[in-house]
């Protein structure tokens, strides 16, 4: 006879676009970094007053303003922590400290964009959590 035995699933469905060499590579789920990725093999990017929003959940949105003179050399990250991480240094070009936010937000639906001093979206990274289970499994 068959054994049943419920279980959970949890999985992350994550989406991201990018329109030139920068991309929204990662967005911690615990709320504590973003990060962004230059992923030409010769192209450095000037990521200066760019503008970083994050909504959580249809919550308000959260933005970050990057700072005058930060470039992102190619093949390289900028991690943005939010000044709560435990592991949070301002270290130019390859880390910065939101200082105005403990987190980016935690949540299961997440949407994060990356705007250019024009107001131009250049990337976004949409992230999910879904939750499932199966009542029943058969084993042997």
């Known amino acids: 006879m068959p054994q049943i035995r419920p279980y959970s699933l949890l999985s992350f469905e994550t989406t ?3 329109f030139i060499l920068i ?3 990662d967005c911690a ?3 504590k970094c973003i990060t962004l990725e230059n992923t030409s093999i010769d192209k450095d990017v000037d990521v200066s007053n760019w503008i970083l929003k994050r909504r959580v959940e ?3 949105e959260l933005a970050y303003t990057i700072p005058f003179g930060l470039t992102i050399k190619h093949g390289n990250e900028l991690k943005i922590f939010a000044r709560s991480a435990q592991n949070a ?3 130019p070009p390859a880390q910065v400290v939101n200082d105005k936010l403990d987190s980016w937000g ?3 639906e997440c ?3 990356l705007f250019n ?3 131009e979206e250049k990337a976004s990274h949409s992230q999910k959590i879904v939750f499932g289970s199966e009542s029943t499994r058969n084993l042997p």
């Open 29 to 31: 789920p615990d709320g």
């Open 16 to 18: 991201m676009f990018s």
């Open 117 to 119: 001093e024009q107001g």
């Open 58 to 60: 249809g919550s308000s």
């Open 89 to 91: 240094h301002h270290r």
């Open 111 to 113: 949407e994060t964009k």
């Open 23 to 25: 991309s929204v590579e």
């Open 106 to 108: 935690m949540g299961t």
